[in-house]
Every structure is written in structure tokens, then in C-alpha cells.
């Protein structure tokens, strides 16, 4: 097996991983902070590829499309909460199931209405829609390495978000022990609506760079949604540190998994059977991989609350 | 947080005779009135009501009683409808055989996922059903031997003393199952197992530090409720005539949790209503328009906003701003 | 001559004919009932849109009406699910007691809706399934298909690989029933040598592992069986990756439809498509078709639309051709089996499966005269072409 295969893996995996952690960063906070179950975070994912796709073609720049869909996607999230999403705070989680479900019913359905049923274009820009030599002999796509940038820039930034400031600091407390925060004198509501715009924005990123990569439909969020919500709870829910180390572990095992597995299979149980089961088992790999983390860290890998 | 929304004054449940027994009367009867008035197909409407709160029921005894949030319950009815399914491409036929067996299955494969998603609690519990029943899901996709993707069709239904039960039949099979299933979890609720199941919901750390089993307590109750959704796995196979895997799917357990937090978590009619509800509004919106999804998601907020504690508290409600 | 005697059996015969030619006439004007259950939600929602706009268009376009009697289509959703789509069928046919059926799009909703309704006697007019099942062992007298039969395209493609010289093709496909058959379609008729067979995940977003094994195994071409959203995303991968200077892209007709092409733009330029179908078609009837649909939705139509509209005119004729007496399931039958209409897609006719005998036609991605991104039909891959299990069926009585 070649090294360049190798290698090339590596990097997806890599930049798989950053784009969970985009998702997983936004979920685990709201969930960590507010205590709450969001399932309508996918729409926001999809929202923000929605608003990007649309203001690329209306500007004619994937750059200033990117701007607006993600400030725009920020602005619905605050309105989101403000309205709806705040009544649901002091709800008990099966309650919060409910009424996210019905938001992410309606968003699907409002974006069907407004956008039409059939899916939507996004092409990164012309500069970076081929590949890059980055070794003689190896080539990988100029838009994942912008994803790649974008990614451990986010991260890098959040980090020193959260470590470095007051509202990080705030958000810490708030995650660690909520109502000692309280009680030392953090302003709830103010706080509660910044993690959600913020949220919601890195969902707009997400989808942002994700959207030239996949197809920009209704219903987009949905199978994301599941893979963040196993990388948050593999890596520990309310800790950013978490959901870093979750996305990768994720984002590793998923593109590891599905170049290694026919291969393995293939030695060890021939081509025929390897056809049939590598897809099936791969399909499943990181809900394994889940199950095993829970299975010795019931909390996950890095739990936030104490 | 406040946990008010599933306080209760009580954890003994009563039957509501004065309410369900008319109600039940005219179920018993709706055969003869949607005859008469020519219009059969309610009862095939009525008996997929009846199986899907059977299913939502199941789901209430673990979830509304216990406090377990299991992601992963569909993954019982599609493993009880399998069951039948494949029995049947295999030439066995009778129901006594094959509905005690689908119930086995799923009582059994509930137990082996209890036992290991039981060690988790708060969302990591939900998380870790939720990716058991994705598992299986992706298991009856591949397996092309029954059908994959596309399916696994019946060659009929599952006879009794030789007999293919014709939809009415069907009906009062359906009708009789859940009301026994709403009987025995009445039961089990006020007996001391139930009481014990309800405690572990209001407060876990009282009950365990009382003596009380844990984990063979909620355990049991996981895999009873596995084996009333195998049940309803059955009747949903013998009613459609063919399994698929989409039955298993994450979106059909979360139908089900909706329709038992719309119905009434807690409560013993939970499931019941919530599932008539949930089944009758999308027949009448999906009737209106096709963006029916936008209705039905605008009312579910709505009684998630009015309504905190489902349907069935309803009642009380109105009782309560009456005082 | 006397007639009192007779006049009261005058009187009868009189009344009698009145009322057999008010009872002909209220036949005449009760509508004919089309149930039409596609998937209008959710991802595959755009291809159900499609063909419920094109089968409607064709209702319209004939003033409402089917075979001369007003036409009442009832629309319905099955969300892309078996079960919902069986229990939709149920009330369509029980309730509404339909005397047609059309609209499925996926085979897995088609194998669940088709039992119930073959059984009710209702005739069911296909605007896109077409699973080998009932093609074959399962063929039935009630199932029509005015699409294809879901191995052809994949057949054709690999006739046209095969003729294009290519010597090593790389495949990949889905790991479910649907994807396994469309690859021994292509294999049917590909003759050359096979670089690699994949099978990918359902849920699969991201094909990079895929992608590195193409740029490892460097065939010449590759084809892909990837339908709706996965294929949209292998596409734009595929050429992210710089992959499509080397190798030839090659799909089936649905993989590379209208909607695809919005969806992926400018970087699907250069890919191979079978179908039996292409907008640009000179034939009068698709001229109208094509031009109408513009007019009436304002895009272009997809291989959907025009098969849903095809289905409303093998309906017409049928009810026409069997003087709109719906009760006679054996004259419906035959009216139907011998249709005369014009197609879209040029000649028509059934095979003894009740699936067409049609020609199909390589289709390439390129920019029209007005510069938009669109199919182009180059030429014909097969004449008057069968599918592979008609010989399988034995047709059973009505």
C-alpha cells in the first residue's frame, strides 16, 4: 500500500474531521451551556449552505457569498432563540426533543418553499477548484486544503475564545456548573444568545465549505446532524476540547475505515465477501466506535460538568 | 433545570374506565358503523392506529415510566416484523409459532442493547440506542438474501388454526393486543416493580441508596418494552404484507418519541393518544397540501409551548384553571 | 293499427333507453380517477415534483380531460418510504377508489405499493420504477411501465463503453439490491476488462477513500450508479479532485438529468449519459412537450417530467380505446397493450412483460446555443431495445 494512499487518507480524514468539529463545536456548547438538546442544528447547517449558495450566485463571489450566508445564518439563529428556543431552556430534555423536531420540520419545509425541492449549485471558487501538487507525484484538491485552513483556524481561534477571554470564561462556568455561574453574576440571557449566534455561525462555515463538496439539499442536515451529535458525545459534552479530539477520532476512523477495511477484508476473507460486507461494516464503523468509547467512558472522553 | 414538566402527585395509574370504556365500546363497533357506512377503509386506517400505538406504548413504559430515552425503538418493531418476515419465506406460517418467536427476538435483542446502553445515562443513553438501532438498520440493508433496501414482501398473513385473518380480523387482533399491553403495563405500574421503575425516573440516587436493583429493574422494563414492540412489529408485517428496513430507520424512532411526548409522557394513555393524534393530522394535512410537514411541525410547537406535558395532562389542565 | 296494448312495453323500452343512454352519458362525464403517489418530500422531492408537473401538463395540454372524460388526479406523498406509501395506496384505491395509479419513483416504495394494488384489479402506469421483479417472475397484468425497466440504461452505457474502446473502467455503485443490479446491467453488455468494482455506503457523504483508489488504479473511464444527492457529491468531488482530465465520467440517464446538472454546474461538462430520452428530441410531440414545459414551470424538463407526461397519454389512450368502459379490466387491458399515442421519446410499443421495446441514446453534458449546461443526445446505442427478464415472465390471467 502505497504511501501516497496513505497519506492522501491522512488529509481527508483530517479535514473530515475539521468540518465535524465546526458542527460538533457549536452543539456541544449550546448543549453543555444550556442543558439543551438541539435536533433543529442541522437547519442551521443547511440554512447557512442555503443563504451561501444563494448570495454566491447573487454576487458572483464564493467570498462575499461566504460572508453573508454565515452573518445572515447568525442573525436567524439569534432571532431563533430569542423567539422560540429560549422557552425550551428550563424544559426537560425529552420535551426539548420535541419541540426542536417541529423547528427542524418546519425549517426543512420553509426551505423547500422559498428554495424550490430541487438542490442548489455551489462550486468553490474558480482558483481552488482543482488540485494542488503538494509532493511530486501528489495531488490533492485545493478546496480541501482551504477546508483544512479554514478548520484548524477556526479551532485555533476558539480556543483562544474560550481560554482567553471573559465571554470563554463565562462559557466555561456556565458549562462546568451553570447555576454557580448564575450566581456569580453572569448575565444568562445575553450569554445564552451569544453561543447561539456563534453556533449557528460556525454551522454557516460548515456548511459554507462543505457545500461545494456535496450536494446542497433538503434534508442536507439530517445525516450531519447524527455524526455530530456521536462526535460530541465520544469527546465529552460541553468541552470544546472534546469535540475536537471526538471530530478527528471520527473523522479518521470513517475515512480510514473505508479505504482499509475492503483491503483488509480482501486478505482475510476474499474479494467476493469483501465486496459485500467491507461497505456494510464501514457504514456502521463509527457507531462501533461510539459504543466502544461509551463502553469504557460512559461520559465520554474529555465530560465537561465536574 | 426544572424538572416540573413530569412532577407527578402520584406514580399509581388507573384505567380511566369512566372515559376509555365508551371509547372502547365504539372501537369494538367501528367495524360494523364503517361498513354500514361503506367506507372500509377506516378500519385498515384504525388497525394502523392501533399497531402504532401498541408501538408508542412500548416506548412510553421505558421512556414515560422510566426516564429512559431509547432513540433505538423502532429497531424492536422492524426486528419483530423481520422475524415474521423471513419465517415466512421459509414456509412457516402459523402465528403460533411465529409471533411468540418475533416476540422473543425482540425481547432478546433488547436485552443484549439494555445491557450495554444502560451503563450511560442523560444523551450519551440516547446516543448509544440511537447508534444500535442504526447498526441493525444498516445490517437489514445489506442483507440481499431478504430483500436489502428493496424489502422483503409477505406471501400472506400469519394463519391461525389455519385461518388468514381478513382486515377486520386483523383489526380486533390489533385492537385486542394493545389493549392487553395497556392492561399488563397497568399492572406492572402499581405492582412494586413498577413502582420501583417510576422512583428511578423521579430520583435514582434515593432509590439505589433504598436497595433497590438498578439495573435488573430497568433492564426488565427494556426488555419488556422490546418485546411489546416486537409484537407490534408482527402486526405491522401481517397488515402491510411485506418488511423493509425503513421501518428501522433513526426517523421512525423518533416518530415514536414524538408520538408519546405529544400523547403524554407518564401518563397510560400516553401512547395512545399520541399516536392517534400524530397519524390522524398527517392523513388530514397530507390531504391539504404537500408542504404538510410545515403544519404539522407548527403544531407540534404549539403544544410543546401550550400543552408542556402532552395531550393527556389536557384534562387536568383545564380541571386545574377551572379551581 | 291499436296500440294501447302495446304502448306500456313502448313506454318501458323508452324509458329504458333513456335511462341506458343517461346512464351511458353519466359514464361519459364521471371522471376518471388518477392516483398519483410520488415522493414530494424530502431529498428525492425534486424528481416526484417532476413527474407530477409533467403528467399534469399532459392533463391540461388535453383539457383535463383523459380518453374524453374530465380527468380527477389525486395527488399524494409517500415520502420516499415503503410504508407510507403502501398505507397511501390503500386509501388512494380503497377510499378514493381510484381506477389508475401512477407516480412512484423509487423501486423499494414500487415493490410495497404494487402488491395491494395489483390485487384491488387497479391498473398501475409507471412514470419511473421499473424493478426487475416485474420485469420478470412477478410480472403482472395490472403493471405498465411508460419509463424503462431499470437495468437498460446501465445496459446501455456499457454497450457504449464497450464501442468507445475504453479497456479499463472502473465501477462503483451503492451496497443495496438497487446498486448491485445496475452493475451487472453494465456488465452485461461490457466486454472489456474491469479496473475495480466498489460498493460505497448508503449514507456515504464524502468519497475521498474512492477517489484515491481511482487515482491508484488509473482506468480510463469509470461509471457511476450513484443516485440523487450521493451522486452529486461524488461529481463534484470527482473533478475537485482533478480526476476528470484523466477518466471519463459515464452515468446513467438519471445520474446526469437536469437536476444533477443544476445542482453540479459547469464541472459535469464531458460526462456520458444513456436514457431513452433528451429534450432536444426531434420529434413533433416532444417539441410541444419541451416548450410547454418551459412555458408552464419555467425550467427545463427532467427525464421525470417527460416520462410522467407520457403516462397521462398512454393513460388517454387507454381509456379512449376502450370506449371509457373501466370496468372491463380484459378491454383496458388490450387498449392499453396496443396504445397508440405519440410519445415524447418517438416510437413506443410494450413487450409481452408490458415493459417497452424502445431505442436509448447516448446523451452528453455541454452548453447549448443559449449557453446553459444541458444534455445533448449524440446518437443511439440500441434499436428497438428488450430487457433482460421478459423471457422470465409468464404473464397470469387478468
Given at each position: 500500500?502505497?504511501?501516497i494512499?496513505?497519506?492522501?487518507?491522512a488529509?481527508?480524514?483530517?479535514?473530515?474531521?475539521l468540518?465535524?468539529f465546526?458542527?460538533?463545536?457549536?452543539l456541544?456548547?449550546?448543549?453543555?451551556?444550556m442543558d439543551?438538546?438541539?435536533?433543529?442544528?442541522?437547519?442551521?447547517?443547511?440554512?447557512?449552505?442555503?443563504l451561501?449558495?444563494?448570495?454566491?450566485?447573487?454576487s458572483?463571489?464564493?467570498?462575499w457569498g461566504?460572508?453573508?450566508?454565515?452573518?445572515?445564518t447568525a442573525?436567524?439563529g439569534?432571532?431563533?432563540?430569542v423567539?422560540?428556543?429560549?422557552?425550551?431552556y428550563?424544559?426537560?430534555h425529552?420535551?426539548?426533543?420535541l419541540?426542536?423536531?417541529?423547528?427542524l420540520?418546519?425549517?426543512?419545509e420553509a426551505?423547500r418553499?422559498?428554495w424550490g425541492s430541487q438542490p442548489?449549485?455551489?462550486?468553490?471558487?474558480?482558483?481552488?477548484?482543482g488540485?494542488?501538487?503538494l509532493l511530486?507525484?501528489?495531488?490533492?484538491?485545493a478546496?480541501?486544503?482551504l477546508?483544512?485552513?479554514?478548520?484548524?483556524t477556526?479551532?485555533?481561534?476558539?480556543?483562544?475564545l474560550?481560554t482567553?477571554?471573559?465571554?470563554?470564561?463565562q462559557?466555561?462556568?456556565?458549562a462546568s456548573?451553570r447555576?454557580m455561574?448564575?450566581a456569580?453574576g453572569?448575565?444568562?440571557?445575553?450569554?445564552?444568545t451569544?453561543?447561539?449566534?456563534?453556533g449557528?455561525a460556525l454551522c454557516?462555515?460548515?456548511?459554507?465549505?462543505?457545500g461545494?463538496l456535496?450536494?446542497?439539499q433538503?434534508g442536507?442536515g439530517e445525516?450531519?446532524l447524527?455524526?455530530a451529535f456521536?462526535v460530541?458525545?465520544?469527546?465529552?459534552?460541553?468541552s470544546i476540547r472534546?469535540a475536537?479530539?471526538?471530530?478527528?477520532?471520527v473523522?479518521?476512523?470513517?475515512?480510514g475505515?473505508?479505504?482499509?477495511l475492503p483491503?483488509?477484508f480482501?486478505?482475510?476473507?476474499?474479494?467476493?465477501?469483501a465486496a459485500?460486507?467491507?461497505?456494510?461494516v464501514?457504514s456502521?464503523?463509527?457507531?462501533?466506535?461510539?459504543?466502544?468509547?461509551?463502553?469504557f467512558?460512559p461520559r465520554g472522553?474529555?465530560p465537561a460538568?465536574? | 433545570?426544572v424538572?416540573?414538566?413530569?412532577?407527578?402527585t402520584?406514580l399509581?395509574?388507573?384505567?380511566h374506565l369512566r372515559?376509555?370504556?365508551?371509547?372502547f365500546?365504539?372501537?369494538l363497533?367501528?367495524p360494523?358503523?364503517t361498513?354500514?357506512?361503506?367506507?372500509?377503509?377506516?378500519v385498515t386506517l384504525?388497525?394502523?392506529?392501533?399497531?402504532?400505538?401498541?408501538?408508542?406504548?412500548?416506548?412510553?413504559?421505558?421512556?414515560?415510566?422510566?426516564?429512559?430515552?431509547?432513540?433505538?425503538?423502532?429497531?424492536?418493531?422492524?426486528?419483530?416484523?423481520?422475524t415474521?418476515?423471513?419465517l415466512m419465506q421459509h414456509?412457516?406460517?402459523?402465528a403460533?409459532?411465529?409471533?411468540?418467536?418475533?416476540?422473543?427476538v425482540?425481547a432478546g435483542?433488547?436485552?443484549?442493547i439494555?445491557?450495554?446502553s444502560?451503563?450511560?445515562q442523560?444523551?450519551y443513553?440516547?446516543m448509544?440506542?440511537l447508534a444500535f438501532?442504526?447498526?441493525?438498520y444498516y445490517?437489514?440493508?445489506?442483507?440481499k438474501?431478504?430483500?436489502g433496501?428493496?424489502?422483503?414482501?409477505l406471501?400472506?398473513?400469519?394463519?391461525?388454526?389455519?385461518?388468514?385473518?381478513?382486515?377486520?380480523?386483523l383489526?380486533?387482533?390489533?385492537?385486542?393486543?394493545?389493549?392487553?399491553?395497556l392492561?399488563f403495563?397497568?399492572?406492572?405500574?402499581?405492582a412494586?416493580?413498577?413502582?420501583?421503575?417510576?422512583?428511578?425516573?423521579e430520583?435514582?440516587v434515593?432509590i439505589?441508596?433504598?436497595?433497590f436493583?438498578?439495573?435488573?429493574t430497568?433492564?426488565?422494563a427494556?426488555?419488556l418494552a422490546?418485546a411489546m414492540?416486537g409484537?407490534?412489529?408482527t402486526?405491522?408485517?401481517?397488515q402491510?404484507g411485506?418488511?423493509?428496513?425503513?421501518m428501522m430507520q433513526?426517523?421512525q424512532?423518533?416518530?415514536?418519541?414524538?408520538?408519546v411526548?405529544?400523547?403524554g409522557v407518564g401518563h397510560?394513555?400516553?401512547g395512545?393518544?399520541?399516536?392517534?393524534?400524530f397519524l390522524l393530522?398527517?392523513?388530514?394535512?397530507?390531504?391539504?397540501?404537500?408542504h404538510?410537514?410545515?403544519?404539522l411541525?407548527?403544531?407540534?410547537?404549539?403544544?410543546?409551548?401550550?400543552?408542556?406535558?402532552?395531550?393527556?395532562s389536557?384534562?387536568?389542565?383545564?380541571t386545574?384553571s377551572?379551581? | 293499427?291499436?296500440l294501447?296494448?302495446?304502448?306500456p312495453s313502448?313506454?318501458?323500452?323508452t324509458?329504458?333507453?333513456?335511462a341506458?343512454?343517461?346512464?351511458?352519458w353519466?359514464?361519459?362525464?364521471?371522471?376518471?380517477?388518477?392516483?398519483?403517489?410520488s415522493?414530494l418530500s424530502?431529498?428525492?422531492?425534486?424528481?416526484?415534483?417532476?413527474?407530477?408537473?409533467g403528467?399534469?401538463l399532459?392533463v391540461?395540454l388535453?383539457?383535463?380531460?383523459?380518453?374524453g372524460r374530465?380527468a380527477?388526479v389525486?395527488?399524494a406523498d409517500?415520502?420516499?418510504?415503503?410504508e407510507?406509501?403502501?398505507q397511501?395506496?390503500?386509501r388512494?384505491?380503497k377510499r378514493d377508489?381510484?381506477d389508475?395509479?401512477?407516480g412512484i419513483v423509487?423501486s423499494n416504495?414500487m415493490?410495497?405499493?404494487g402488491?395491494?394494488?395489483?390485487?384491488?384489479?387497479?391498473?398501475?402506469?409507471?412514470a419511473?420504477a421499473?424493478?426487475s421483479q416485474?420485469a420478470?417472475?412477478q410480472?403482472s397484468p395490472?403493471?405498465f411501465?411508460a419509463s424503462?425497466?431499470?437495468?437498460n440504461m446501465?445496459?446501455?452505457?456499457?454497450?457504449?463503453?464497450?464501442?468507445?474502446?475504453?479497456?479499463?473502467?472502473?465501477?462503483i455503485?451503492?451496497?443495496?439490491?438497487?446498486?448491485?443490479?445496475?452493475?451487472?446491467?453494465?456488465?452485461?453488455?461490457?466486454?472489456?476488462?474491469?479496473?475495480?468494482?466498489t460498493?460505497?455506503?448508503?449514507?456515504q457523504l464524502d468519497?475521498?477513500?474512492?477517489?484515491?483508489?481511482?487515482?491508484?488504479?488509473k482506468p480510463?473511464?469509470?461509471y457511476i450508479?450513484l443516485?440523487?444527492?450521493?451522486?452529486?457529491?461524488?461529481?463534484?468531488?470527482?473533478?475537485?479532485?482533478?480526476?476528470?482530465?484523466?477518466?471519463?465520467?459515464?452515468?446513467?440517464?438519471f445520474s446526469g438529468?437536469?437536476d444533477?446538472?443544476k445542482?453540479?454546474?459547469?464541472?459535469?461538462?464531458?460526462m456520458?449519459n444513456t436514457?431513452?430520452w433528451?429534450?432536444?428530441?426531434?420529434?413533433?410531440?416532444?417539441k410541444?412537450?419541451v416548450?410547454?414545459?418551459?412555458?408552464?414551470?419555467?425550467?427545463?424538463p427532467?427525464l421525470?417530467a417527460?416520462q410522467?407526461y407520457?403516462?397521462a397519454?398512454?393513460m388517454?389512450?387507454g381509456?379512449?380505446d376502450s370506449k371509457g368502459?373501466?370496468?372491463d379490466?380484459?378491454?383496458?387491458?388490450?387498449?392499453?397493450?396496443t396504445?397508440k399515442?405519440?410519445?415524447?421519446?418517438?416510437?413506443?410499443k410494450?413487450n409481452?412483460?408490458h415493459f417497452?421495446?424502445?431505442?436509448?441514446?447516448l446523451r452528453?453534458?455541454?452548453?447549448d446555443?443559449?449557453?446553459?449546461?444541458?444534455?445533448r443526445t449524440?446518437?443511439?446505442?440500441?434499436?428497438?431495445?428488450?430487457?433482460?427478464?421478459?423471457?422470465?415472465c409468464?404473464m397470469?390471467?387478468?
Amino acid at each position: 500500500m502505497s504511501g501516497i494512499l496513505l497519506l492522501e487518507q491522512a488529509l481527508n480524514g483530517l479535514q473530515l474531521g475539521l468540518m465535524l468539529f465546526l458542527l460538533a463545536a457549536g452543539l456541544t456548547l449550546v448543549f453543555g451551556i444550556m442543558d439543551m438538546v438541539n435536533l433543529a442544528h442541522g437547519s442551521l447547517y443547511m440554512v447557512g449552505a442555503y443563504l451561501i449558495a444563494t448570495a454566491t450566485q447573487a454576487s458572483g463571489s464564493f467570498w462575499w457569498g461566504l460572508a453573508a450566508g454565515v452573518a445572515g445564518t447568525a442573525l436567524f439563529g439569534v432571532l431563533l432563540e430569542v423567539s422560540v428556543l429560549r422557552r425550551l431552556y428550563r424544559r426537560d430534555h425529552v420535551t426539548q426533543v420535541l419541540g426542536t423536531f417541529a423547528i427542524l420540520l418546519m425549517c426543512n419545509e420553509a426551505v423547500r418553499m422559498i428554495w424550490g425541492s430541487q438542490p442548489l449549485s455551489l462550486n468553490p471558487p474558480a482558483a481552488l477548484s482543482g488540485p494542488v501538487e503538494l509532493l511530486p507525484g501528489f495531488f490533492y484538491p485545493a478546496f480541501r486544503l482551504l477546508i483544512i485552513v479554514v478548520g484548524l483556524t477556526t479551532a485555533v481561534l476558539l480556543y483562544l475564545l474560550v481560554t482567553r477571554t471573559r465571554l470563554g470564561m463565562q462559557v466555561r462556568a456556565g458549562a462546568s456548573n451553570r447555576d454557580m455561574a448564575l450566581a456569580m453574576g453572569t448575565n444568562v440571557q445575553r450569554l445564552f444568545t451569544a453561543v447561539f449566534g456563534l453556533g449557528a455561525a460556525l454551522c454557516a462555515l460548515a456548511g459554507g465549505m462543505l457545500g461545494p463538496l456535496l450536494a446542497v439539499q433538503v434534508g442536507m442536515g439530517e445525516s450531519i446532524l447524527i455524526l455530530a451529535f456521536v462526535v460530541i458525545v465520544i469527546g465529552g459534552i460541553g468541552s470544546i476540547r472534546g469535540a475536537l479530539v471526538g471530530a478527528l477520532l471520527v473523522g479518521m476512523v470513517d475515512s480510514g475505515g473505508r479505504t482499509l477495511l475492503p483491503m483488509v477484508f480482501e486478505s482475510l476473507f476474499g474479494a467476493a465477501l469483501a465486496a459485500d460486507a467491507a461497505p456494510a461494516v464501514a457504514s456502521i464503523l463509527i457507531y462501533v466506535l461510539m459504543a466502544a468509547v461509551l463502553f469504557f467512558k460512559p461520559r465520554g472522553l474529555f465530560p465537561a460538568h465536574g | 433545570m426544572v424538572d416540573s414538566d413530569n412532577a407527578r402527585t402520584s406514580l399509581h395509574h388507573t384505567l380511566h374506565l369512566r372515559a376509555a370504556l365508551p371509547v372502547f365500546l365504539v372501537l369494538l363497533a367501528l367495524p360494523h358503523i364503517t361498513a354500514a357506512l361503506h367506507a372500509e377503509f377506516y378500519v385498515t386506517l384504525a388497525t394502523r392506529i392501533a399497531i402504532f400505538a401498541l408501538a408508542a406504548s412500548s416506548l412510553n413504559l421505558i421512556l414515560g415510566f422510566g426516564g429512559l430515552v431509547s432513540f433505538g425503538h423502532a429497531a424492536f418493531v422492524g426486528a419483530g416484523a423481520y422475524t415474521v418476515g423471513i419465517l415466512m419465506q421459509h414456509g412457516t406460517v402459523p402465528a403460533a409459532i411465529a409471533w411468540p418467536a418475533a416476540m422473543l427476538v425482540s425481547a432478546g435483542l433488547a436485552c443484549l442493547i439494555g445491557f450495554i446502553s444502560l451503563r450511560t445515562q442523560g444523551v450519551y443513553f440516547i446516543m448509544i440506542t440511537l447508534a444500535f438501532a442504526q447498526m441493525l438498520y444498516y445490517l437489514a440493508v445489506s442483507l440481499k438474501t431478504y430483500g436489502g433496501d428493496d424489502g422483503l414482501p409477505l406471501a400472506g398473513r400469519n394463519t391461525w388454526a389455519g385461518i388468514a385473518p381478513d382486515d377486520t380480523a386483523l383489526y380486533y387482533l390489533a385492537l385486542g393486543a394493545l389493549t392487553l399491553s395497556l392492561l399488563f403495563t397497568q399492572r406492572l405500574l402499581n405492582a412494586r416493580f413498577g413502582q420501583v421503575l417510576q422512583g428511578l425516573r423521579e430520583n435514582p440516587v434515593r432509590i439505589q441508596a433504598l436497595g433497590f436493583p438498578v439495573l435488573r429493574t430497568q433492564l426488565t422494563a427494556f426488555t419488556l418494552a422490546g418485546a411489546m414492540a416486537g409484537l407490534a412489529g408482527t402486526l405491522l408485517a401481517n397488515q402491510g404484507g411485506f418488511v423493509s428496513p425503513s421501518m428501522m430507520q433513526w426517523s421512525q424512532s423518533g416518530m415514536l418519541m414524538v408520538m408519546v411526548i405529544l400523547g403524554g409522557v407518564g401518563h397510560l394513555y400516553g401512547g395512545v393518544l399520541g399516536a392517534a393524534a400524530f397519524l390522524l393530522l398527517e392523513e388530514v394535512l397530507g390531504h391539504t397540501t404537500e408542504h404538510w410537514q410545515l403544519g404539522l411541525g407548527a403544531m407540534l410547537l404549539a403544544v410543546v409551548l401550550l400543552a408542556p406535558r402532552g395531550l393527556a395532562s389536557l384534562r387536568s389542565v383545564w380541571t386545574r384553571s377551572q379551581a | 293499427m291499436h296500440l294501447p296494448r302495446f304502448a306500456p312495453s313502448r313506454l318501458v323500452l323508452t324509458a329504458a333507453l333513456a335511462a341506458a343512454t343517461a346512464g351511458a352519458w353519466a359514464q361519459s362525464t364521471e371522471p376518471v380517477r388518477v392516483g398519483l403517489l410520488s415522493t414530494l418530500s424530502g431529498p428525492g422531492a425534486g424528481l416526484g415534483v417532476d413527474i407530477r408537473d409533467g403528467f399534469q401538463l399532459a392533463v391540461k395540454l388535453n383539457g383535463g380531460k383523459l380518453g374524453g372524460r374530465p380527468a380527477e388526479v389525486i395527488v399524494a406523498d409517500d415520502q420516499a418510504n415503503p410504508e407510507v406509501g403502501r398505507q397511501t395506496a390503500d386509501r388512494l384505491i380503497k377510499r378514493d377508489k381510484v381506477d389508475f395509479m401512477t407516480g412512484i419513483v423509487f423501486s423499494n416504495v414500487m415493490l410495497a405499493v404494487g402488491t395491494p394494488t395489483f390485487a384491488s384489479k387497479t391498473f398501475y402506469v409507471s412514470a419511473n420504477a421499473g424493478p426487475s421483479q416485474y420485469a420478470g417472475e412477478q410480472c403482472s397484468p395490472y403493471f405498465f411501465s411508460a419509463s424503462y425497466q431499470n437495468d437498460n440504461m446501465h445496459e446501455a452505457v456499457g454497450k457504449t463503453v464497450t464501442d468507445k474502446g475504453f479497456k479499463r473502467v472502473a465501477l462503483i455503485a451503492p451496497n443495496y439490491p438497487a446498486g448491485k443490479d445496475a452493475l451487472t446491467g453494465f456488465k452485461r453488455f461490457y466486454k472489456g476488462e474491469i479496473a475495480s468494482e466498489t460498493y460505497t455506503a448508503l449514507n456515504q457523504l464524502d468519497y475521498g477513500a474512492e477517489l484515491s483508489k481511482l487515482r491508484a488504479t488509473k482506468p480510463d473511464a469509470v461509471y457511476i450508479f450513484l443516485p440523487g444527492g450521493l451522486g452529486i457529491n461524488f461529481i463534484k468531488q470527482f473533478v475537485g479532485a482533478g480526476l476528470s482530465k484523466d477518466i471519463t465520467l459515464f452515468g446513467p440517464g438519471f445520474s446526469g438529468d437536469e437536476d444533477v446538472i443544476k445542482a453540479v454546474g459547469d464541472p459535469m461538462l464531458g460526462m456520458f449519459n444513456t436514457s431513452q430520452w433528451g429534450h432536444d428530441m426531434d420529434n413533433a410531440a416532444n417539441k410541444k412537450f419541451v416548450a410547454e414545459f418551459e412555458k408552464e414551470y419555467g425550467r427545463l424538463p427532467t427525464l421525470y417530467a417527460a416520462q410522467g407526461y407520457d403516462a397521462a397519454r398512454l393513460m388517454d389512450a387507454g381509456v379512449r380505446d376502450s370506449k371509457g368502459k373501466l370496468d372491463d379490466k380484459a378491454a383496458v387491458k388490450k387498449a392499453l397493450e396496443t396504445a397508440k399515442f405519440d410519445s415524447v421519446r418517438g416510437a413506443f410499443k410494450f413487450n409481452t412483460n408490458h415493459f417497452p421495446i424502445q431505442d436509448y441514446y447516448l446523451r452528453v453534458i455541454t452548453r447549448d446555443a443559449k449557453g446553459r449546461v444541458t444534455n445533448r443526445t449524440l446518437g443511439t446505442v440500441f434499436k428497438n431495445h428488450a430487457d433482460a427478464y421478459a423471457a422470465n415472465c409468464k404473464m397470469p390471467g387478468l
